[in-house]
């Protein structure tokens, strides 16, 4: 319980909540006057505003996002301030304002933050009805709040340079373990495979991202292998990181088969996931370590472990009297190969924080590095290619334009006290899908309501302005904190900072709070009908795009392992990039699914085709790293030309997938020699091995290695062939 406590507090999300609140702090304790809180609102708002924009990148990238962001937020308060008194210029100013600061977000991550940076800014244009001066005087102000953020995240940012990114790695590690605690599961004889499936695909899209924002600092801080320890560290930390994960994710093992296959002994299977269990155990333990910025000391012996069961299953085959090519201790010595495999790459990352980094394990790694990243090119051309209707991007900017339009007339209309608060919810809560904006504005009303009554509660018992400040203060930090990992307990907090200042500043906020709930219903009212009516944006009109290319990734990492298998050697960068992109479209597969899971059934279409494709696509991409990893880490023999028939077999039938996925029925069927040569390649593959290894003058350790890889080679080959043949029945349902 208290480590689980302290990792939450060293997270980089509290981290940046206080930094908020110092900034947004700061104006109200050199700039207020007695009778006079304008002049500091503003700067604190302003700094409060540019403060998402600032994420994770070099130095350069952050001051020139956080001066760009400082400067939108002053022009569009200008703006809209500007031309309010004038309808005929206004209402084109504010539509043109939201839907071009909504297809901001095609150009990526960064973008996207801007994005609601300017809408955020919109929102709040409207708190207070300046004019002339005292609108150029406002919109300076801002930008000085947005200009004071940049400086305080400077002194943050050179107190501390690293800490973000560790963290970011701790958070990989972290996660990277619960991945590992999932698999040590699957050894339950009771476990619910398809379910800690489901839990894996979401754990890998998380770490699909680590992965990527890890990769844009080493390279954004040309993070070559001479440049410091630092960045030695973090090399060596992703590269390692991502071989636990591939390592783990290519090796799937038949749990069933293997209990039945030691129903005499079960306790070697029990040695067994209990190392299993503490390889995560591990992972764990090094997360906390680098988040509380402790000497790491690993909490088990793994190699030890190792030996360990390598004894008992040497006892158990003496006993059972069986030999070296038995099925059992060929089965078993292939799950301890993918176990020494993890150990060495967790010892490895481990050896980075005990200090023992050593520079030959970094050689090769940098190069190459960059060609990994993904590349964001912010042209005019892009923005282009996305004004139509077939972009969920341009969907979205119409319907948020248009819901912000019709809320800031009924805001108008109706007698509310402030119609920015319904602006300021629509742009929080409104998202490109259904699900998401119906969690976000379910959340947003309860948290409304829950932080009013507590925050007018207090109110109601405390009116000593110094203690009001000090709880304004924390429910800042714990607000901004709590937002990213407990929506709900976020907007809470929230709230309670909002009605704390106006009890401090106004003397009549008695009716705030009915207010604020009557104008965050209406907002959230208006979401979900405009989600739901304008243009709606269903899942199932893009699943295909993300199946199809998932296995047209799928498609092209199996070419390549195919080639790798022949020509030998070192992973070519091509290789490796087509693993990577297998894994990410997976990953992308799988976010799709779940964005449909939060739909209404009625829009569900092909829902359980859609999740089965998912599962089936990552179990196939499992058998086709198992045998690219076992080529990387082992010897192997000569492929034959067996090898290659099957491989072209699997190639035609994801081939084969994609059209039915796009339901082109004008396909090309396999001739009648090719399905001919195909079987017979099948049944020469399963067996011919054998027989050809039984039959050599080999040393029995030679054979013994060469039964091994032809076990697992020929398995996984059956494999896939298998979830091929799956895949392809599943996507013919598309053709209904």
């Not at 900017?397 to 108008?412: E, S």
């Not at 899908?433 to 829950?450: A, C, F, H, M, Q």
């Not at 070192?570 to 693993?579: H, T, V």
Request: aromatic content about 12%; some cysteine; glycine content about 4%.
């Amino acid at each position: 319980m208290y480590q689980k406590i302290v990792k939450k507090i060293s997270d980089n999300h509290l981290y940046d909540a206080i930094k908020i609140a110092v900034a947004g702090s700061i104006p109200f304790i050199f700039f207020h006057e007695p009778d006079n809180f304008s002049i500091a609102f503003a700067i604190s708002l302003g700094a409060i505003l540019n403060a998402p924009t600032d994420i994770q990148s070099s130095l350069k990238h952050k001051i020139n996002g956080l001066i760009l962001g400082s400067f939108c937020i002053a022009l569009i308060t200008f703006l809209l301030g500007v031309t309010k008194p004038y309808p005929i210029l206004f209402y084109p100013v504010f539509i043109t304002i939201i839907f071009f600061s909504t297809m901001l977000s095609v150009y990526g991550h960064r973008a996207n933050l801007m994005s609601f940076v300017c809408l955020l800014t919109v929102s709040l244009a409207f708190i207070r009805d300046y004019q002339g001066w005292d609108l150029i005087k406002n919109s300076l102000l801002l930008l000085a709040g947005g200009i004071l953020y940049l400086i305080v995240s400077l002194l943050f940012y050179f107190f501390k340079p690293k800490r973000y990114i560790f963290l970011e790695i701790a958070n990989c590690i972290e996660k990277t373990a619960e991945y590992l605690d999932l698999r040590a599961s699957l050894w339950n004889t009771n476990s619910n495979k398809n379910k800690i499936i489901e839990k894996q695909l979401e754990i890998q899209i998380k770490l699909n991202e680590y992965h990527e924002s890890i990769r844009e600092f080493l390279i954004r801080n040309n993070a070559n292998t001479s440049n410091s320890s630092n960045n030695r560290k973090l090399l060596i930390s992703l590269t390692s990181l991502i071989e636990i994960l591939e390592i783990a994710t290519s090796n799937s093992f038949d749990h069933d088969r293997i209990h039945k296959l030691f129903k005499d002994d079960p306790s070697l299977i029990k040695e067994y996931q209990k190392l299993a269990e503490d390889f995560a155990l591990s992972l764990h333990a090094l997360s906390y370590s680098i988040k509380v910025n402790n000497v790491y000391h690993s909490p088990v012996s793994l190699g030890n472990q190792i030996k360990a069961i390598k004894l008992h299953l040497d006892e158990f085959q003496k006993k059972q009297n069986w030999s070296d090519v038995q099925e059992e201790i060929v089965t078993f010595n292939n799950v301890l190969h993918y176990a020494e495999r993890q150990v060495e790459k967790i010892k490895g990352i481990e050896r980075v924080y005990k200090g023992r980094v050593n520079t030959d394990e970094l050689r090769g790694k940098y190069k190459d590095l960059e060609k990994f990243l993904t590349p964001q090119h912010y042209r005019f051309a892009t923005l282009k290619e996305n004004l139509n209707f077939s972009s969920t991007t341009f969907r979205h900017a119409t319907r948020l334009t248009l819901t912000l339009l019709i809320g800031f007339l009924l805001g108008k209309i109706l007698p509310l006290q402030n119609e920015y608060w319904i602006l300021m919810t629509l742009v929080v809560i409104m998202k490109p899908d259904y699900g998401l904006t119906k969690s976000r504005s379910l959340s947003r009303v309860t948290g409304t309501i829950l932080g009013g009554i507590i925050a007018f509660s207090t109110l109601y018992f405390v009116d000593n302005v110094t203690v009001l400040l000090i709880l304004t203060f924390v429910a800042m930090i714990i607000g901004n904190w709590l937002t990213y990992s407990d929506y709900k307990i976020g907007v809470m907090f929230l709230t309670m900072y909002v009605i704390f200042m106006y009890g401090i500043l106004t003397p009549d906020y008695n009716n705030m709070l009915l207010f604020r709930i009557i104008d965050t219903v209406i907002a959230a009212i208006l979401a979900l009908l405009a989600t739901q009516l304008i243009w709606p944006s269903w899942e199932h009109l893009h699943v295909k795009k993300f199946l199809s290319k998932c296995i047209v990734a799928n498609r092209k990492y199996v070419e390549a392992i195919k080639q790798y298998y022949i020509v030998k050697g070192e992973p070519s960068l091509e290789y490796k990039l087509a693993r990577k992109h297998a894994f990410i479209e997976v990953g992308n597969l799988m976010a799709s699914f779940q964005r449909m899971n939060q739909e209404p059934k009625s829009k569900q279409k092909n829902k359980a085709e859609v999740y089965e494709l998912t599962v089936l696509n990552q179990t196939l991409i499992s058998a086709a790293a198992s045998v690219g990893i076992y080529i990387q880490s082992h010897q192997t023999t000569e492929a034959s030309q067996a090898f290659g028939v099957v491989m072209d077999k699997i190639l035609y039938n994801l081939d084969l997938a994609d059209k039915f996925i796009h339901r082109n029925a004008h396909y090309d069927l396999i001739s009648e020699n090719e399905l001919k040569k195909f079987e017979g390649s099948f049944l020469q593959i399963k067996k011919l091995r054998r027989e050809e290894i039984e039959n050599s003058d080999l040393s029995p350790e030679e054979r013994i290695r060469r039964l091994e890889e032809s076990q697992l080679i020929i398995d996984q080959l059956i494999w896939m062939i298998n979830i091929s043949e799956q895949i392809v029945n599943t996507s013919k349902k598309f053709q209904n």
